[in-house]
């Protein structure tokens, strides 16, 4: 955590130390991972892949130091299978999660948008989050599997508010450029299966993105 913390302090200084000289907006399409960061994202959840698009819009004053943020991305998190005791039959149930993850998001940024080729950046967010879960059950046939009891429990799309913040960096080539970096996402009140019993859970995750990056003319 100490590291993580003068990475980020280190990233603000240097964004108000690369000199501003023309503040652009600019448009990013990326490709990220997602990581479940927490014991109740990892028990519905494992890493899955997916993409986004956002917009980061000078604002007037701030020399291109200042800007809002606002996109949306969609991610496939992969199957997870969870495995519990049936307490009447004794049999072993697998149940299998499958969970698409999409947000919409707006907030704030700080770090350079000027004639640099290096902008590093910070941003804050808040969103709106949809999840589609499908559940399904399977009691396993040890000896053929494809003897085993497969039943779907559920599908359904749930909705979530949680916030966002992350680092990055921007590698400016002009007209584009190649923009990486890292964010933490927290969500609320998200409804799932767990087991016999619906639950609520506040899943946390971790975001690796890679993308390009377009200067948007004005």
Same mark, same amino acid.
């Given at each position: ?98 969970? +698409? ?5 707006? =907030? %704030? ?6 004639? #640099? @080729?290096? /902008? ?52 400016? +080539? ?5 923009? =990486? %970096? ?6 609320? #009140? @998200?409804? /799932? ?26």
């Amino acid at each position: 955590m100490r590291s993580s913390g003068r990475w980020t302090v280190a990233l603000f200084l240097l964004a108000f130390a690369v000199p501003s000289l023309a503040a652009t907006p600019r448009f990013t399409f990326y490709g990220s991972r997602m990581d479940p960061a927490d014991t109740q994202a990892r028990d519905f959840a494992k890493p899955g892949y997916g993409g986004g698009v956002d917009v980061s819009w000078p604002m007037q004053g701030t020399e291109g130091l200042l800007s809002v943020i606002g996109g949306i991305e969609a991610s496939s998190l992969l199957s997870k299978v969870k495995t519990f005791q049936d307490q009447l039959t004794g049999l072993r149930v697998e149940q299998h999660t499958d969970q +698409f993850y999409a947000r919409f998001f707006v =907030g %704030g940024e700080l770090g350079p948008h000027g004639n #640099g @080729v290096l /902008q590093p950046y910070a941003n804050a967010a808040i969103g709106l989050v949809v999840y589609g879960i499908n559940v399904n059950v399977v009691v396993p046939d040890d000896s053929d599997r494809q003897n085993s009891i497969n039943q779907k429990l559920s599908e359904q799309t749930e909705t979530a508010f949680g916030w966002s913040a992350g680092t990055g960096v921007n590698l400016n +080539f002009g007209k584009w450029g190649i923009d =990486g %970096g890292v964010r933490f996402l927290q969500q609320y #009140g @998200v409804p /799932q299966q767990l087991g016999d019993g619906a639950v609520t859970v506040q899943p946390s995750y971790v975001q690796y993105r890679l993308g390009v990056s377009l200067a948007i003319p004005r």
